[in-house]
Nanobody
Framework: QLQVVEPGGGLVHSGGSLRLSCAAS????????MGWFRQAPGKEREVVSC????????YYSNSVKGRFTISRDNGRNMVYLQMNSLQPEDTARYYC????????????????????WGQGTQVTVSS
């Protein structure tokens, strides 16, 4: 099971920061790439970022590149998403997800490249 743990989402003003944490229970994250997705009301779920098992490869969508940083701590079985310079358009429900493989799926694969999802946490950015 994947869980998004606190401190996590919440309400923040434009320009602010939040750090999302994702904890795995019942299995280790060592052998799979991990991703963060978000879904705003009325929109499709989109991949925000992904990190491979060995941290050698990361992916960021153009909309968050330079503002968000993904990281993982395999020893703690945790994945993080540091979000800086948040904007109202970042408002969405954020999900962590475990990829099928050790490398990040192509961004074009979208959610189909992942087979295990957390329950999500709401991030709201006010202007």
């Amino acid at each position: 099971q994947l869980q998004v743990v606190e401190p996590g989402g919440g309400l923040v003003h434009s320009g602010g920061s939040l750090r999302l944490s994702c904890a795995a229970s019942g299995f280790t994250l060592d052998y799979r790439a991990m991703g963060w997705f978000r879904q705003a009301p009325g929109k499709e779920r989109e991949v925000v970022s992904c990190i491979s098992i060995s941290d050698t490869s990361t992916y960021y969508s153009n909309s968050v590149k330079g503002r968000f940083t993904i990281s993982r701590d395999n020893g703690r079985n945790m994945v993080y998403l540091q979000m800086n310079s948040l904007q109202p358009e970042d408002t969405a429900r954020y999900y962590c997800a475990k990829a099928y493989g050790s490398d990040c799926p192509p961004s074009s694969a979208g959610p189909s490249g992942y087979n295990y999802w957390g329950q999500g946490t709401q991030v709201t950015v006010s202007s």
